[in-house]
Nanobody
Framework: QLKLVESGGGLVQPGGSLRLSCAAS????????IGWFRQAPGKEREAVSY????????DYADSVRGRFTISRDNAKNTVFLQMNSLKPEDTAVYYC????????????????WGQGTQVTVSS
């Protein structure tokens, strides 16, 4: 079974930065598109960013475009989400998810999920 593990969350002041990591075990991320999602208390889960299997295609939610950057290092079997200029409204549990998809960027159908990492933006 695929296993994804998120890390890098924490407490940060508004305007600060964090880098989240999504590491895979028991399988190689090569051949999988990865998405980052988040869920704040009392709100539905929302998509934050996606990256295709080779890294050529990326997409961002309007709310994070220009502040967040998604990247991947398939040699390290890890996907990253660099989050800059963080705002209190970015507070949420962040999840990464995988979907087998080579050469294109799916926006739905992510079916392998990590356990999440908490990001709290507060002064």
């Amino acid at each position: 079974q695929l296993k994804l593990v998120e890390s890098g969350g924490g407490l940060v002041q508004p305007g600060g930065s964090l880098r989240l990591s999504c590491a895979a075990s028991r399988f190689t991320l090569d051949g999988y598109a990865i998405g980052w999602f988040r869920q704040a208390p009392g709100k539905e889960r929302e998509a934050v960013s996606y990256i295709s299997s080779g890294g050529a295609f990326k997409d961002y939610a309007d709310s994070v475009r220009g502040r967040f950057t998604i990247s991947r290092d398939n040699a390290k079997n890890t996907v990253f989400l660099q989050m800059n200029s963080l705002k209190p409204e970015d507070t949420a549990v962040y999840y990464c998810a995988a979907q087998a998809a080579r050469g294109y960027l799916p926006l739905t159908g992510y079916n392998q999920w990590g356990q999440g990492t908490q990001v709290t933006v507060s002064s």
